[in-house]
């Protein structure tokens, strides 16, 4: 078999055309013509199938190591579709830090429609088995969590899931297959918001779903259809394309965090640091044993005598925003901003205070990154120590 970065450039090849094109075209068709009535045709109707996206659907399966793919319009819909084939009655175990979004759509939507989630951290496997019921069906969670980047061990979970006959769903969002394949370690159900690192340049909104197996596929496949919530052709394009360089990108900017961890732990305003790549923590002690490398998110928190807000505005090169996974560098304060929802307390408890900093790291060079926290850690300091 092709080695994982040429199966990143090339994908399943697909000979569709006469032209010679070396990448699939865009389809722009929202339906196909019949040779004749009751003949059978490969594609019928574009929400059913699009050979754009089934180009990005086989390229996900091939590199998770799945059956089959699925593209949705956005992450949010993957996820939508992952859950969607429960039934009222299903209790499904949940990590206890999922994405903001995740955990709005099983609380305010799923569980209306009946199934039921009770969370837990996912970490403590005594914990986790203790919350299995006679209905539960299944565990989902995220391996590396945002915005403290604590680590749970796929294998780990996939082997109580199986010991109780359950599905393990992970959310490949932040790894992604090259850093890791949930599906080789035991799960059976991949998602990602591919608008992250899979496409990595911030200009598109996708979200996919990979299935170990084929029967499973259907299952998905059946609630992309029916419900609709498809990727289009050119975003399709932009997913696929992003792959492509999925590989450089990542080594790169695990180069860059591995050189701003290292500046930030001289810092005497950073009281804490959190990435799975600093070793001697029980997190970096399984991300070493499942992963190829430790991603680009990290974050940190700064003394009581830096002002948090002052320097996240006072950073110009890393831009203020939510999102991560793409060729620039973004910064973005959990407490004010993807985690606002949640009620202070509970914010606290769960170690999002107001001095935590996520940054996700691009492949800028690293020495112009150092110099801008440098400059803003310098700018936020002096306010605090004027205004005391
Ligand atoms: C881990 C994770 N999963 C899912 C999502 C949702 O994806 P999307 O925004 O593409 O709908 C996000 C978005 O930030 C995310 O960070």
Known sequence: MAGFNTQLVHGKEIKDNNTGAVNIPVYNSSTYQYPKVGENVRWDYARSGNPTREFLEKQIAQLEHGACGFAFASGMAAIHAAFAIFRPGDHILIGDQLYGGTYRLLNQYFKLQGIAFTTVDTRNLEKVEAAIQNNTKAIYFEPVTNPLLQVTSVREIATIAKRHNLLTIVDNTFLTPYLQRPLELGADLVVHSATKYLSGHSDVIAGLVVAKTAALGQKIYFVQNALGGVLSPESANLVRRGIQTLGVRMEREQQNVAALIEFLQQRPEVVQLNYPGIAGTKDHAIAARECRGYGGVFSFVLDANTDATTFV??????????????????????????????????????????????CAIGIEDCEDLIA?????????????????
Do not use: C, F, W
């Open 313 to 358: 505005n006072n950073l110009h090169l890393l831009k203020l925003a939510v999102s991560l996974g793409a060729v620039e560098s973004l910064v973005e304060l959990p407490y004010e901003m993807s985690h606002a929802e949640l009620p202070p307390q509970e914010r606290i408890q769960a170690g999002i205070t107001p001095q935590l900093i996520r």
């Open 372 to 388: 801008d926290i440098r400059a803003a850690l310098a700018v936020a300091r002096k306010k605090t120590a004027a205004s005391v």
